[in-house]
């Protein structure tokens, strides 16, 4: 799998970092799914985004309350 290095992220796969750059995922969001998924588990923190973006097309993360 192709890595490449974000500032703001740190290590992503090239298809994570497009759906950041796509649905608008804060650091801290990526924070958050890094935690529930795991670092490694670039592939199903991508689906994930995609999932939770695909009616407002917005990435909206789970309610933290």
Not at 2 to 17: I, N, T
Not at 35 to 59: C, L, N, P, Q
Request: no cysteine; glycine share 4%; proline share 3%.
């Amino acid at each position: 799998m192709k890595m490449v290095y974000d500032e703001w992220y740190g290590e992503l796969s090239f298809a994570q970092r497009a759906a950041y750059r796509k649905f608008n995922v804060a650091p801290i969001d990526h924070d958050d799914l890094v935690r529930e998924f795991g670092e490694h588990e670039h592939a199903k923190i991508t689906k994930a985004v995609k999932d939770r973006s695909a009616e407002s097309g917005m990435y909206r993360a789970p309610l933290r309350w």
